[in-house]
């Protein structure tokens, strides 16, 4: 190689590393970790995290380990979903830099990357944050007609500590909430193999009449109304108590919350006692939109018996502590679990054949 081709190589050299890192800067000014697809919060480690605190303008929300699982600070320590909370964190690790900019205070506001926005602060056992984020607003490829509906093809973010830079990434962290119905664990209660099921409204207006007590003498065996010889329509006596058998929870009140104001003060009260030897004496409220206010009370030792006797007593140790934890709390539970079971007595009368034989 000669003198000359050797000098051309080495300006060649030159100018294309220089390109190289212009186009760098230009990605990414200032970036940590100096370049793009790099990890955001890169000293996180989903195992130091004990609590997850999300504020937002209006609300704030703490998810935090207590008693070995997570729970919820704002709903009295209802338990949290595991596997959403787990799920979250291990996504925070693992975001990436999808694009990166110098940004002054008005571009942060803009994006709603300040007070404005959403705060995550990822905290360890000391209670002291490990790392953290402000989620802003959503990012979309083309806009969508309804951008507050839709999801989203990744977010503006920006790291606490960081207030020089605004990020992109393609994650739209829809989890990022302070809506406890997003984060609680929905299991309810399952009132199984009912023996015997009263519904009593509360004195007032249109409540004469409209209470009910059914019974059966044994799992298979066909309902009747108590005290009385008047016919029964068997499939809506049947939903009436099969609704009972898995209830799932919408959501939980606040600790605050009257019973006035949920309706608890003058409820409708719903007792179911099983075949097993359980009782299960629901308090109902209020509809809040979609959803009644409601408590729930269990009483009782449950003492299966059959064939499958050994199997329920095993399900019951595991399920029943669980259930009974419910009762200190204000649930919401989904008004179409309920529509069966709290129909009129009237709407439980067979329908009268008037055809002449």
Same mark, same amino acid.
């Given at each position: 190689m000669n003198a000359r081709i050797a000098?051309?190589?080495?300006?060649?050299?030159?100018?294309?590393?220089?390109?190289?890192?212009?186009?760098?800067?230009?990605?990414? %000014?200032?970036? %940590?970790?100096?370049?793009?697809?790099?990890?955001?919060?890169?000293?996180?480690?989903?195992?130091?995290?004990? *609590?997850?605190?999300?504020?937002?303008?209006?609300d704030s929300l703490t998810l935090e380990i207590k008693g070995g699982r997570w729970t919820i600070a704002e709903r009295d320590g209802f338990p949290a979903d595991f596997d959403k909370v787990r799920d979250f964190v291990i996504k925070a690790t693992g975001l990436k830099i999808g694009q990166a900019d110098e940004a002054g205070e008005k571009d942060r506001a803009r994006l709603l990357l300040d007070a404005g926005g959403t705060r995550i602060e990822f905290r360890g056992a000391d209670g002291k944050p490990l790392a953290g984020l402000f989620a802003g607003k959503k990012y979309f490829k083309t806009e969508p007609d309804n951008?507050?509906?839709?999801?989203?093809?990744?977010? +503006?973010?920006?790291?606490?500590?960081?207030?020089?830079?605004?990020?992109?990434?393609s994650d739209p962290l829809t989890q990022a909430n302070t809506k406890s119905a997003e984060w609680i664990d929905h299991k309810g209660f399952a009132a199984e193999k009912v023996k015997t099921l009263e519904v009593r409204y509360p004195e007032g207006a249109g409540a004469t009449g409209s209470s009910y007590k059914i019974e059966r003498s044994g799992d298979n065996a066909d309902w009747?109304?108590?005290?009385?010889?008047?016919k029964l329509d068997a499939p809506k006596a049947n939903a009436a108590s099969y609704s009972l058998s898995l209830i799932e929870l919408a959501d939980v009140a606040p600790k605050e919350a009257k019973p006035e104001d949920t309706g608890l003060d003058k409820p409708t009260v719903v007792t179911a006692s099983t075949f097993d030897g359980l009782t299960y004496t629901l308090k109902i409220g209020k509809l809040a939109?979609?959803? +009644? +206010?409601?408590?729930v009370a269990i009483e009782g030792?449950?003492?299966?018996?059959?064939?499958?006797?050994?199997?329920? *007593?095993?399900?019951?140790?595991?399920?029943?502590?669980?259930?009974?934890?419910?009762?200190?709390y204000t649930l919401l539970i989904p008004k179409s679990k309920l529509e069966d079971t709290l129909k009129k007595r009237a709407d439980l009368v067979a329908a009268k054949d008037d055809k002449k034989k």
């Amino acid at each position: 190689m000669n003198a000359r081709i050797a000098a051309i190589l080495v300006v060649l050299l030159v100018v294309l590393g220089g390109g190289a890192l212009l186009i760098q800067q230009r990605s990414a %000014p200032g970036a %940590p970790g100096g370049a793009l697809g790099q990890p955001l919060l890169p000293t996180l480690k989903a195992a130091e995290v004990t *609590a997850l605190a999300i504020k937002t303008p209006k609300d704030s929300l703490t998810l935090e380990i207590k008693g070995g699982r997570w729970t919820i600070a704002e709903r009295d320590g209802f338990p949290a979903d595991f596997d959403k909370v787990r799920d979250f964190v291990i996504k925070a690790t693992g975001l990436k830099i999808g694009q990166a900019d110098e940004a002054g205070e008005k571009d942060r506001a803009r994006l709603l990357l300040d007070a404005g926005g959403t705060r995550i602060e990822f905290r360890g056992a000391d209670g002291k944050p490990l790392a953290g984020l402000f989620a802003g607003k959503k990012y979309f490829k083309t806009e969508p007609d309804n951008p507050e509906k839709a999801i989203g093809d990744g977010r +503006y973010v920006a790291v606490l500590g960081d207030d020089k830079h605004v990020f992109l990434i393609s994650d739209p962290l829809t989890q990022a909430n302070t809506k406890s119905a997003e984060w609680i664990d929905h299991k309810g209660f399952a009132a199984e193999k009912v023996k015997t099921l009263e519904v009593r409204y509360p004195e007032g207006a249109g409540a004469t009449g409209s209470s009910y007590k059914i019974e059966r003498s044994g799992d298979n065996a066909d309902w009747k109304f108590t005290g009385s010889g008047e016919k029964l329509d068997a499939p809506k006596a049947n939903a009436a108590s099969y609704s009972l058998s898995l209830i799932e929870l919408a959501d939980v009140a606040p600790k605050e919350a009257k019973p006035e104001d949920t309706g608890l003060d003058k409820p409708t009260v719903v007792t179911a006692s099983t075949f097993d030897g359980l009782t299960y004496t629901l308090k109902i409220g209020k509809l809040a939109g979609e959803n +009644y +206010y409601a408590t729930v009370a269990i009483e009782g030792e449950p003492k299966p018996e059959g064939k499958d006797a050994a199997e329920r *007593a095993k399900k019951f140790a595991e399920r029943l502590p669980r259930e009974k934890s419910l009762e200190r709390y204000t649930l919401l539970i989904p008004k179409s679990k309920l529509e069966d079971t709290l129909k009129k007595r009237a709407d439980l009368v067979a329908a009268k054949d008037d055809k002449k034989k």
